[in-house]
């Protein structure tokens, strides 16, 4: 897939500067490791909001940290892109 832009309605600091467009790229196996991935019967993928912010700091290139202080408004945008991504793998049925 494609990269992602998502633009920030709230920026936040990354490496030092102030990121108003985070770019997401598909996510790499280091970027889940650990993360738990749960699927359910109906096919819809349940991720602890730790575990957002880790994939989202993967897939943005950004510190863990910076991914931390996203607001939930910005999480809103990003989530459908992040999804479409894992369910790309995943094997839930959704398309």
């Given at each position: ?23 997401l ?8 490791e ?6 359910n019967?109906?096919?819809?993928v ?25 607001s939930?408004?910005d ?6 892109a ?14």
């Amino acid at each position: 897939m494609k990269p992602i832009k998502v633009t920030l309605k709230k920026p936040i600091e990354a490496h030092g500067e102030t990121i108003k467009e985070l770019t997401l790229n598909e996510p790499t196996l280091g970027g889940l490791e650990g993360v738990q991935l749960d699927i359910n019967m109906e096919g819809r993928v349940k991720l602890d909001l730790g575990d957002i912010a880790k994939i989202v700091a993967s897939m943005a290139d950004i510190p863990p940290s910076s991914a931390a202080k996203i607001s939930v408004f910005d999480l809103a945008v990003i989530m459908p892109a992040v999804m479409d991504f894992l369910q790309e793998f995943l094997p839930t049925g959704a398309k």
